[in-house]
């Protein structure tokens, strides 16, 4: 009797504990990915992020002697029918910590277990499980440094080895074919964003670390907040998709740490920042829809406006605000300093509700992950745990002097700063809907607000609101 391995955001091979623990059990493994209605829900980028992500690992597979079988539908419907088809003893997969996957999850493992099959989760996508990390008084942590202090001198196992073969099933379920799945349908945009993503897969997860390490780990410290520079590491959409452990990246930390590397300690304790924001979703479950400090339900916050839309648009008028938000668009990533600028932008100088700026990350990212974006989001509107406090805002133009001061990025994504506009400021023109009516000989757009008297009416509406 074989096991259904059902795949989900662990799409590797390498340290993966679930696939080790299956294959230890001695039986022919069947790899699964479910299209199912939670996964069909996902923004544009991240979907079509997915669908590579996909056939990166069903390629992986095929070079272990294994498949990925590919279904569509409700995912207990889906698993049910494929334990019927193959006779399997039952299905295993790597634990998710989000509301929506974790009830899907005990739903499913309920109804298994209630026909006696098998169905075991395994811990895999992150260091250590949100209910592992307490406070000496018990308890989930509410703020990072303390946490970061209780994690960084916890042990972590060591990495599993890749598998060389994947024992399969005599006879193969039915597969669809991914391209049937039209996972890229609503990424209108395409062309520059596809370009990028040649690089999925674990492969390049493994490769792009050995570089991250190699060459710009010892300036991290250093460098990472200069938006023009590629001094971070560039692995969130792997691990968004599981497509590298974190283990892997912790273990890699700790020896560059070891071996005197100066960015080392600081690239660890970002890692940990993804850490506390999923132990916040699992602790805190409605993170992405409320706001964390219900002292902030009073605030006053403007809905979706003419003024988001500029924003989600690029056309602030605010070069930096403009400069990230093409970025993002047209490639689906966008660099944190640059995130943190813009979401203070729509949320203070525009005072909109930063579940709408949320929604649109959620569209374009093609490394949006639940909790990191929702985190995020309430740390800077100021309504999340550890949140900057109110009366700190950012000033795009003082932030564009310190971590863009040779104006390269604003350059290479704002076509109507320069004479000579880059492939990559006119790719925004290619990308954006015609009914947008953009046009890079148009000029720049005037700042929706002046940032002084932007500043003033959010300290104004903040000590009201409060
Ligand atoms: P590096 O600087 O190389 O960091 C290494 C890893 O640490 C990252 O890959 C990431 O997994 C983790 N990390 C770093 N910074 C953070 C952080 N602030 N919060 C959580 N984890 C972090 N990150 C996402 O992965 N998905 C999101 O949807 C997302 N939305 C965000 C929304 C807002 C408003 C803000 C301010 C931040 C958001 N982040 C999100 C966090 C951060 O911006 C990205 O993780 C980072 O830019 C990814 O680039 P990198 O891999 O080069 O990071």
């Not at 699964?32 to 996909?54: S, W």
């Not at 942590?141 to 303390?146: A, K």
């Not at 792997?238 to 273990?251: A, D, K, M």
């Not at 999340?384 to 001061?405: H, M």
Request: proline share 7%; hydrophobic share 45%.
């Amino acid at each position: 009797e074989p096991l259904i391995l059902w795949f989900r955001r662990d799409l590797r091979l390498g340290d993966n504990p679930v696939l080790a623990a299956a294959l230890a059990t001695g039986r022919p493994v069947v790899p699964v990915f479910v299209l199912d209605p939670e996964t069909e829900a996902l923004g544009a980028a991240a979907k079509q992020r997915l669908q590579m992500a996909l056939a990166a690992f069903a390629a992986a597979l095929q070079g272990v002697g294994s498949r990925l079988i590919l279904r569509r539908g409700p995912a207990l419907e889906v698993l049910e029918r494929l334990v019927e088809e193959t006779g399997a003893a039952g299905v295993m997969w790597s634990r998710a910590y989000d509301a929506t996957s974790r009830v899907r999850d005990q739903v499913v493992k309920a109804a298994l277990k209630a026909r006696g099959l098998l169905a075991e989760s395994h811990a895999g996508f992150v260091l250590h499980e949100p209910w592992t990390v307490e406070t000496g008084q018990g308890g989930p942590y509410r703020v990072f440094t303390p946490y970061w202090r209780a994690v960084r001198a916890l042990p972590v196992a060591p990495e599993l080895p890749a598998p060389v073969h994947l024992p399969g099933p005599e006879r193969w379920p039915d597969s669809a074919a991914l391209a049937d799945w039209n996972m890229t349908c609503d990424m209108q945009r395409g062309a520059v964003v596809l370009a990028r993503w040649q690089s999925s897969g674990e492969g390049a997860a493994l490769d792009r670390l050995a570089g991250f390490a190699e060459d710009r780990m010892a300036a991290y410290a250093a460098r990472r907040d200069f938006v023009a520079e590629d001094a971070t590491s560039g692995l969130s959409e792997h691990l968004t998709y599981g497509e590298i452990s974190p283990r892997t990246l912790w273990h890699r930390g700790r020896r560059a740490m070891e071996e005197g590397n100066p960015g080392a300690e600081t690239f660890l304790k970002e890692l940990v920042w993804r850490e506390f924001a999923w132990h916040l979703m699992y602790h805190y479950p409605e993170l992405g829809q409320d706001n964390w400090k219900a002292d902030w339900n009073a605030f006053p916050w403007r809905g979706d406006n003419a003024d988001a839309e500029k924003w989600r648009r690029g056309l602030t008028g605010e070069p930096l605000v403009d400069a990230a938000m093409r970025e993002m668009f047209v490639t689906g990533r966008m660099h944190n300093r640059a995130r943190m600028i813009a979401a203070s932008y729509l949320t203070k100088h525009l005072l909109t509700d930063w579940r709408v700026g949320l929604d649109w990350f959620a569209e374009c990212l093609t490394d949006w992950d639940p909790a990191a974006n929702a985190m995020g989001w309430q740390w800077v509107a100021g309504s999340g745990p550890d949140a900057s406090p109110y009366f700190r805002i950012f000033n795009p133009a003082t932030q564009a002097e310190k971590f863009d001061p040779e104006g390269r990025y604003r350059r290479r994504w704002i076509a109507e700063m320069t004479r000579n506009p880059g492939a990559e400021a006119l790719s925004y023109f290619d990308a954006v809907p015609k009914s947008w009516g953009m046009d890079p000989a148009a000029p720049y757009p005037m700042p929706l607000i002046d940032l002084a008297a932007g500043r003033e009416r959010a300290l104004e509406a903040l000590k009201q609101g409060k």
